[in-house]
């Protein structure tokens, strides 16, 4: 089956900029989704088809993905923003259809 | 507004059969536009994707838990239903249903239930 994986954690400064990684083989030719979820809350939709924003979403969080990387960026972190994020494909010819990322927690120190 | 509702057992004892139900309202169950489906998350583990079903109830499962899983939908009622049979505390997680867009290729979950915990215990 498919594997993504995350880093366990990234830390970074309020105001600075936070990149979160997803790895997986040749993930440039899938589309990635990415999930926020903060303690004790259901994962929250931020970014789908590698760079597209939810309304409600704001413009701090892009997304963007090539070759056997897919990144998150959050720019100008807030301390709202700590949480743990997710990247997740979904393709026809896998099984499992939907596969989930490793997870990163992101704290903001 | 789309909303999603977990309902069940919090408590089940091994062996017997995990079962949720998720409510939908504020949108139709049976739009053609969605898939449906149910993913869990063991306490302080990462989400695992347990299955998908269609209105017109095609189902979709994840081959680890396949042989376990039952996934049905009554769009009479705007629900959808799992049913995870032979549990063990392995199967111990907060159990989230979610609606799935699909388009171009790909799925993505945008609407999520706030999701429930079941423990499996004697």
């Known amino acids: 089956s498919y594997v993504l994986t995350q880093p366990p954690s990234v830390s970074v400064a309020p105001g600075k900029t936070a990149r979160i990684t997803c790895g997986g083989n040749?993930?440039?030719?899938?589309?990635v989704h990415w999930y926020q979820q903060k303690p004790g809350q259901a994962p929250v939709l931020v970014i789908y088809y590698d760079s597209d924003r939810p309304s409600g979403i704001p413009e701090r969080f892009s997304g963007s993905n090539s070759g056997n990387t897919a990144t998150l960026t959050i720019s100008r972190v807030e301390a709202g923003d700590e949480a743990d994020y997710y990247c997740?494909?979904?393709?026809?010819?896998?099984?499992?259809?939907?596969?989930f990322g490793t997870g990163t927690k992101v704290t903001v120190l | 507004q789309l909303q999603l509702q977990e309902s069940g057992p919090g408590l089940v004892k091994p062996s017997e059969t995990l079962s949720l139900t998720c409510t939908v309202s504020g949108g139709s169950i049976s739009s053609s536009s969605y898939y449906w489906g149910w993913i869990r998350q063991p306490p302080g583990k990462g989400l695992e994707w347990i299955g998908s079903i269609y209105y017109s109830g095609s189902t979709y499962y994840n081959p680890s838990l396949k042989s376990r899983v039952t996934i049905s939908v009554d769009t009479s009622k705007n629900q959808f239903s799992l049913k995870l049979s032979s549990v063990t505390a392995a199967d111990t997680a907060v159990y989230y249903c979610?609606?799935?867009?699909?388009?171009?290729?790909?799925?993505?979950?945008?609407?999520w239930g706030q999701g429930t915990l079941v423990t499996v215990s004697s």
């Open positions: 040749n993930i440039g030719s899938k589309s």
């Open positions: 979610a609606r799935a867009h699909c388009s171009g290729g790909s799925c993505h979950l945008g609407h």
């Open positions: 997740q494909v979904w393709d026809s010819s896998s099984d499992p259809l939907y596969v």
